[in-house]
């Protein structure tokens, strides 16, 4: 059954494909891609599941009309961290109801957390507890403004309490465990300096060049 209540199944999608793929291949055509792109991220998982178990053509995957940043942002992680982990895909497209720059950012986000592209800067930070005695979500935003577009692969975690912070600080490239008006600074495992709140930030900055100072700039 290629149709379901007037909706297009992943069985359909797929047989269109490969009839308009044949159509090239009478004239000797094969230099092709296929995209079976679908709004609903369970049917073009399914389809793009069935499509690789039959052709070998590369395949294009997408999540069509997502929607808007978030909504749209979900639905290809979802859908393309699915199909990528299973060694399915060649190529992405983001679409979002949002700038071209906002895709181009999820489409990286998603490869670079599958390890699928050498990740540049990953920020782990903790939510609001009862624990938390700093503005967690300001300063995280401050240290990501801070750091944006650094040159070099960088894992900083900004934690906001001396109880999971250290383990996190310590496993982080570049950390720090904030509390009672503090922050304990961690480099490559290791405390290297305690400072006030207020200097937390450009402390991390500066630790960041440091490390910099130690490595070339990576490639891409």
């Not at 044949?22 to 000797?28: D, I, N, Q, V, Y």
């Not at 999540?63 to 895909?89: C, H, N, R, W, Y």
Request: glycine share 10%; charged share 25%; net charge negative.
């Amino acid at each position: 059954m290629l149709e379901k209540h007037g909706k297009a199944t992943p069985e359909a999608l797929v047989e269109s494909a490969l009839w308009e793929c044949s159509l090239f291949e009478e004239h000797g055509f094969r230099d092709i891609k296929i995209s079976v792109k679908h709004h609903d991220p369970r049917v073009m998982v399914a389809a793009y599941r069935l499509l690789a178990g039959r052709c070998d053509y590369p395949l294009h995957l997408g999540v069509t009309e997502a929607g808007p940043l978030m909504q749209g942002t979900i639905k290809s992680a979802v859908a393309f961290g699915l199909l990528l982990d299973e060694g399915i895909g060649d190529t992405i497209r983001v679409s979002l109801s949002a700038p071209p720059v906002e895709e181009v950012k999820v489409g990286i986000g998603i490869l670079e957390s599958l390890g699928l592209r050498q990740r540049r800067l990953e920020i782990v930070s903790c939510p609001s507890c009862g624990r938390a005695q700093v503005d967690v979500y300001t300063l995280a935003d401050r240290v990501t403004a801070a750091l944006d577009g650094f040159p070099h692969p960088l894992r900083v975690a900004v934690m906001g309490c001396v109880v999971n912070g250290p383990g996190e600080a310590r496993e982080a490239d570049l950390g720090v465990a904030s509390g009672n008006g503090k922050g304990q600074i961690f480099v490559k495992g290791e405390v290297v300096k305690t400072v006030p709140e207020s200097q937390i930030v450009e402390t991390l900055v500066e630790e960041a060049m440091r490390l910099a100072e130690e490595q070339p700039p990576s490639a891409g």
